[in-house]
């Protein structure tokens, strides 16, 4: 009776481990897509086996009675999972942060004047730092812009202005914001965000150099942040 229950068990644990294996190409796409939008110091195979783990473990809980599609399941963790893994590469401390809003602004008025972003070298003859801080600094800027926006905004700040807001209260904050921007500026959130496409995509969309894609959404992101300042100014 024992042998009988243990193979049993065995070739349910087999079944479920060949559901993971099924999905495999569909985990590799999705953390394809997400290697799209991220710097280069983020490496595709870290992906890859954050997913799997995640996917294996998922295997083994999913019931077809309650979920009837397996993937619909679980992509939703499996890309919530590498987001975690996003988060845990966070080595911003409170100069990096600073940095970060300096070489913003530099970009920003510099891609007014010539309409497209200066490299790194310039920006550390500029802001009188290496440029491997530069690099440093512009890679973790990159990592932050895959996160929710609410998490952006919370997540990089030096004061506690953030920290006094509810998240839902933050995320209706963000929203009424985003109703005052133009259509264009709605649209690039969406295809952002919630379509994740990448900026070369987006370009394509929206019929705009790929640099100036990124200069508005940086300008959406500071708007929110300004906003947010003020409130906790007033507040």
Do not use: C
Not at 6 to 19: A, P
Not at 45 to 71: C, H, M, P, Q, V
Not at 202 to 207: A, T
């Amino acid at each position: 009776m024992l042998k009988t229950s243990n193979g049993y068990q065995s070739t349910i644990k087999q079944n479920q481990d060949n559901l993971a294996l099924d999905y495999l190409p569909a985990l590799k796409a999705l953390a394809f897509r997400l290697k799209e939008r991220l710097p280069a110091n983020v490496e595709f195979s870290d992906l890859i086996s954050i997913g799997t783990e995640e996917l294996i473990k998922l295997a083994r809980k999913y019931d077809k009675n309650i979920n009837d599609s397996f993937w619909g399941y679980a992509r939703p963790r499996v890309y919530g999972a590498m987001l975690d893994y996003l988060r845990s590469l966070d080595y911003v401390g409170r100069h990096t942060r600073s940095l970060i809003r300096k070489i913003d602004k530099e970009i920003t008025k510099y891609y007014n004047d010539y309409q497209e972003e200066p490299d790194n070298t310039y920006l550390s003859k500029i802001l009188g730092e290496e440029e491997e801080k530069i690099k440093e600094a512009r890679n973790a800027s990159e990592i932050y812009g895959i996160l929710p926006l609410d998490e952006q905004l919370s997540g990089q700040q030096e004061d506690k202005t953030y920290n006094k807001i509810e998240k839902e209260e933050l995320i209706e904050i963000i929203q009424e914001i985003l109703e005052k921007a133009s259509k264009q500026e709605q649209l690039l959130i969406q295809l952002y965000y919630y379509e994740e496409l990448n900026f070369k995509e987006i370009s394509e969309i929206l019929e705009l150099s790929e640099s100036r894609v990124s200069q508005i959404h940086r300008s959406i992101v500071r708007k929110i942040r300004q906003h947010l300042e003020q409130r906790g100014i007033n507040g």
